[in-house]
């Protein structure tokens, strides 16, 4: 198995729940903790721009209403994505893929990012955010980390650009789960923590895939899967661990 590049610690959407998510004021807290991996939503704009945002609609995280992929980035960029957190973080706005590949890249970081697709976009998603990854990144020492519970969006991804790394996340280990990873050409499987155990990681081991966990906020639950031999932790909980342990 070949070394694995990334830290085994990942702020989950850049800081947690302790900064506004999925916008670069959250990745320079998680950095100002300690993390020098975070983990991001990413998809496409009505014109094709990626961006960061978890949900198909803008109303939990922006001031905004409606499908997110609707608005072209330059309504999207005009958008507030931090007052709905606490007023000191109104006016942040969201942010473009690219501006967070600068700032991870000029911050010596890795990045997992999330191919989140919109209804009916999954193909378009992963080509365009792989293919626009691939230049962002080039001649990095660490490429960024491509995962998605989407299968077609990590296909596309594969097409576009396949010499960056996929990871096929997974909430259950339902049956054919290695299979579908290895199918996909996966170097890690992304699973929800509670759903792993010895064995699973035992299997993805000997596939030759690397095994990292969602969203591991407890210390007892972190203590558990390092002592299963765990790759990566995604976690909220940036104020709680040392992401140098």
Known sequence: MTAWPYPRWIAHRGAGTLAPENTLAAL???????????????KLSADGVPFLLHDDTLERTTDGQGPAEALTWAELSRLDAGGWLAPAWAGEPPAALQAVAAFVRANGCALNIELKPGPGRARATGEAVAALAAR??????VPPLLSSFDADALAAARSAAPQLPRALLLEALADGWLEQAQRLGCAAVVVEHAALGAEAV?????????????????PGDARRLLALGVDGLITDAVDRFDPAS
Request: with cysteine; hydrophobic share 45%; charged share 30%.
């Open 136 to 141: 962002w990144w080039a001649g990095a020492a």
């Open 202 to 218: 035992a299997h993805a081991r000997r596939a030759g895939l690397r095994v990292l966990a969602y969203t591991v906020n407890e």
């Open 28 to 42: 320079r807290e998680g950095w100002r903790r300690g993390f020098r991996a975070f983990e991001c939503d990413a």
